[in-house]
C-alpha cells in the first residue's frame, strides 16, 4: 500500500464510524430512501469525471477553447503534459482562492480564481506550472474511484464536520464553548465510571470510543493534509519548480476549509 494511501486512510476512521452509524439508522427508518441514495453514490463514483460529477465537486465547467489554449499555453513548461499527455482543462467555480487540482491523468480543473490571475498575467507561466505540478504530485489521490467511494460514503461525517468547523470560530468569541470542550474529559471519565459500576460493557466500549476519536481525529486529518502538501511539494522540487511554488503563488497550495477544519479539531484535542 502506498504510504499516501495508509496516512488517507487513517484520517478516514472516524467518517467511516460515524457515517456507518448514520447509514444504519436511515437504512432502518427509510429503506427504500437509503437504496436511491446509494444508487446516486454509485453513479458519482462512475461518473465522476464526467460533465455531472466534476459539476458536483468543483462546481466545475468545461473551459473554452480560447480558456483551453491559455491554460495550456501556461503550462508548456511541464513537460508531463505536453503532447499526447494534455489534459482536458475544465474551471472550478467552488473552489479555495488559488486551487488547481488534477484529477487521475487526464483532468485538470483550475479555479476560476487561477484563471482570472491566468488571463490577466497576474501569474507567470512558471508559477502557473508550479501549481499545477504541485496538483500532480496529488493526483492518484484525487483520481482514485475508492477515495472517492469513501467520501460519497462519509458524507453524513463531512456534514457534521461542516457545523463543528462553524462551532469552532464561534466558541472563539464565546468563553464558555471552549470551558465546556475542555469538560468533555470530566463527563467521559464518569460515563466511563458508570458503566463499569453497572456493568454495562457495551456503553463502557461505546464512550470509550468517542472519547479516542475525540483526541485523535484532528492530528490524523492534520497529518493527512501534510502528507498531501508533501506530496504536492516533493513533485515540484522534483520538477524544478521548488522556487516558484515557495514564491508568491506559495498560499495557494492549501485548501483554507481543510485547514481551518484540522486547527479545530487539534485545538479540541490539545484542551
Not at 473552489?95 to 488534477?102: I, K, P
Not at 484525487?142 to 468547523?165: F, K, R
Not at 476519536?213 to 516533493?234: E, V
Request: proline share 4%; hydrophobic share 50%.
Amino acid at each position: 500500500m502506498p504510504r499516501w494511501r495508509a496516512c488517507w486512510a487513517a484520517a478516514q476512521i472516524t467518517g467511516v464510524l460515524v457515517s456507518s452509524y448514520v447509514w444504519l439508522l436511515l437504512a432502518l427508518a427509510f429503506p427504500a430512501a437509503t437504496a436511491a441514495i446509494v444508487l446516486a453514490g454509485v453513479g458519482y463514483v462512475v461518473g465522476r469525471t464526467g460533465r455531472a460529477g466534476m459539476w458536483w465537486r468543483f462546481g466545475a465547467r468545461p473551459a473554452t477553447s480560447a480558456e483551453q489554449h491559455r491554460v495550456l499555453a501556461a503550462t508548456v513548461p511541464v513537460t508531463a503534459l505536453r503532447g499526447r499527455h494534455e489534459p482536458a482543462i475544465w474551471i472550478g467555480l467552488r473552489m479555495d482562492t488559488g486551487a488547481v487540482v488534477m484529477v487521475g491523468e487526464r483532468h485538470l480543473v483550475v479555479g476560476a480564481d487561477v484563471l482570472r490571475r491566468v488571463l490577466t498575467g497576474d501569474l507567470a507561466d512558471e508559477q502557473v506550472s508550479a501549481l499545477v505540478t504541485h496538483a500532480l504530485g496529488q493526483r492518484h489521490m484525487h483520481g482514485s474511484p475508492l477515495v472517492a467511494a469513501v467520501e460519497v460514503y462519509c458524507l453524513p461525517w463531512e456534514l457534521v464536520a461542516m457545523v463543528a468547523n462553524h462551532v469552532g470560530r464561534a466558541r472563539r468569541r464565546v468563553p464558555l464553548l471552549p470551558l465546556a470542550w475542555r469538560a468533555r474529559w470530566v463527563v467521559f471519565g464518569m460515563a466511563l465510571i458508570d458503566s463499569v459500576r453497572g456493568s454495562r460493557w457495551p456503553a463502557l466500549i461505546g464512550v470509550a470510543l468517542i472519547a479516542l476519536l475525540s483526541l485523535t481525529t484532528g492530528y490524523l486529518q492534520g497529518r493527512w493534509i501534510k502528507r498531501m502538501h508533501a506530496l504536492g511539494q516533493q513533485r515540484a522540487a522534483a520538477d524544478g519548480f521548488g522556487p516558484a511554488l515557495a514564491g508568491p503563488c506559495a498560499h495557494c497550495t492549501a485548501s483554507r476549509m481543510a485547514v481551518r477544519r484540522v486547527e479545530t479539531l487539534t485545538e479540541g484535542a490539545r484542551s
